[in-house]
């Protein structure tokens, strides 16, 4: 039973995940507007989801595709220390400064607005998901 409580959630909770990781980078290449050299980086929404979902997934015991198989303790996992730093990208966009930073700040702070609200509406739709089975399991 629980373990088809975690498959619901684990849509969201991942895409909740990724939205924290993006609001973490864009609030980084916002802070880092005035420093020179700093390149803006963002995350592949869907790559990213993707590569979170699949951890998730080894975690409750679902083999992810391509996995690898360990014969040995003394084996590596294959494993990267994060679930999303292939998502991870630099943004080539638009013409860096003189000073080589390329962050956009006006464009930054609207993806920053954007992904709030996108964590939000996440977040609403995991609420709704936890209040719909209280009400299945109270009646």
Known sequence: ??????????LPESALRVREARQELL????????TPNYKARDI???TALQQVSHAAQAKL???A??????TSEGHQ??????????????RNDIQGRIDGNDVDTDKERMQFADNGL???AAVTLVTAQIHNMLAVIQA
Do not use: W
């Open 61 to 63: 015991g679902i083999q």
């Open 77 to 90: 996992t294959g494993k990267i220390a994060s679930p999303m730093s292939d998502a991870i990208q630099y």
């Open 118 to 120: 996108r964590y939000e």
């Open 27 to 34: 609030a980084s290449n916002i802070a880092n507007a005035d």
């Open 1 to 10: 039973m629980a373990n088809g409580l975690d498959e619901l959630l684990n």
């Open 44 to 46: 592949n929404f869907s």
């Open 65 to 70: 595709p391509l996995a690898l198989t360990t």
